[in-house]
């Protein structure tokens, strides 16, 4: 959902930004990697140390990369079905540091069994909600369904780690991890089903 909304707004905001690397001639899957690394960076050096606001910080400089380079790709006549697959296999990277570094944070030292088995949940949920997708369309099904996309995911967990961790308030964290565990769960059962419909449509699933 927050995809479709702030696409657009973003569009504009970082168009020049992505015009003035294309004229250094940087190539769009240079921004794709480079990205990523800086979200990997944020997430797995200043999160595991607890710098948990400064790791959002970091991550989000870098995230917007992900905007940038399709805005490069589509500008230069550059988009590809390899761009297409390269940014999205550095995504999952990407996210499963973000939910990672958090695992680290909450169970060194048996901070907190708890919270870490909440981001370890939201690590594999996330993993499975992009799966389920990419399996179906592999399958000539469509699973475009889901109240926990990637950007609802990552919005909600970056604003939550920041605030959290500046206002001292980790029940806060803690609710907005459990939320997106649930969240992921339902998804992935939201894109199960419509998959089996197509299915069912088709004749592909046995009597």
Same mark, same amino acid.
Request: charged share 15%; with cysteine; net charge positive.
């Given at each position: 959902?927050?995809?479709?909304?702030?696409?657009?707004?973003?569009?504009? $905001?970082?168009?020049?930004?992505?015009?003035?690397?294309?004229? +250094?001639?940087?190539?769009?899957? =240079?921004?794709?990697?480079?990205?990523? +690394?800086? =979200?990997?960076?944020?997430? +797995?050096?200043?999160?595991?140390?607890?710098?948990? &606001?400064?790791?959002?910080?970091?991550?989000?400089? %870098?995230?917007?990369?992900?905007?940038?380079?399709?805005?490069?790709?589509? *500008?230069?006549?550059?988009?590809?079905? &390899?761009?297409?697959?390269?940014?999205?296999?550095?995504?999952?990277?990407?996210?499963?540091?973000? %939910?990672?570094?958090?695992?680290?944070?909450?169970?060194?030292?048996?901070?907190?069994?708890?919270?870490? /088995? #909440?981001? $370890?949940?939201?690590?594999? #949920?996330?993993?499975?909600?992009?799966? !389920?997708?990419?399996?179906?369309?592999? #399958?000539?099904?469509? !699973?475009?369904?889901?109240?926990?996309?990637?950007?609802?995911? +990552?919005?909600?967990?970056?604003?939550?780690? %920041?605030?959290?961790?500046?206002?001292? $308030?980790?029940?806060?964290?803690?609710?907005?991890? /459990?939320?997106?565990?649930?969240?992921?769960?339902?998804?992935?059962?939201?894109?199960? $089903?419509? =998959?089996?419909?197509?299915?069912?449509? *088709?004749?592909?699933?046995?009597?």
């Amino acid at each position: 959902m927050l995809n479709r909304l702030l696409r657009a707004t973003f569009t504009k $905001l970082l168009s020049p930004i992505a015009h003035v690397l294309l004229k +250094l001639g940087v190539s769009p899957d =240079v921004v794709t990697i480079v990205g990523t +690394l800086g =979200v990997c960076a944020g997430a +797995l050096v200043f999160f595991p140390r607890g710098q948990l &606001w400064i790791g959002v910080l970091v991550i989000t400089a %870098f995230v917007f990369s992900d905007t940038v380079d399709g805005i490069m790709a589509r *500008a230069s006549g550059r988009s590809s079905k &390899w761009g297409a697959y390269l940014d999205s296999t550095l995504d999952r990277i990407g996210d499963a540091a973000v %939910f990672g570094g958090l695992v680290l944070y909450f169970s060194q030292g048996g901070q907190s069994t708890v919270m870490a /088995g #909440l981001a $370890l949940a939201c690590l594999i #949920l996330g993993s499975v909600v992009s799966y !389920a997708k990419a399996r179906a369309e592999g #399958l000539d099904f469509t !699973a475009n369904v889901g109240i926990a996309e990637r950007a609802d995911r +990552l919005v909600a967990v970056l604003v939550a780690t %920041f605030f959290a961790d500046v206002l001292d $308030l980790p029940v806060l964290l803690g609710v907005v991890l /459990g939320l997106l565990a649930v969240a992921s769960f339902i998804t992935v059962v939201q894109r199960m $089903l419509t =998959v089996r419909r197509q299915a069912l449509a *088709a004749g592909e699933v046995p009597s």
